[in-house]
């Protein structure tokens, strides 16, 4: 079950365009508390693009 979310989560960081930690890890070699907290960053800076492109 652990394996199932770190796949997908990484699935989803490489759809945001990240390959690789801001330390240089694989994404593979990083803890899923690692990962979901990176993904949880990549979701709210894209929800503020989308809000910032819906008020210009």
Known sequence: MIEE????V???LICFGITKLQDGRQ???AQLGELEQLY???QVKQARKVV???VR
């Open 40 to 42: 949880i960053q990549q």
């Open 27 to 29: 994404l593979y070699e």
């Open 5 to 8: 979310r770190k796949d997908f």
């Open 10 to 12: 990484i699935g989803e």
């Open 52 to 54: 910032m492109e819906q």
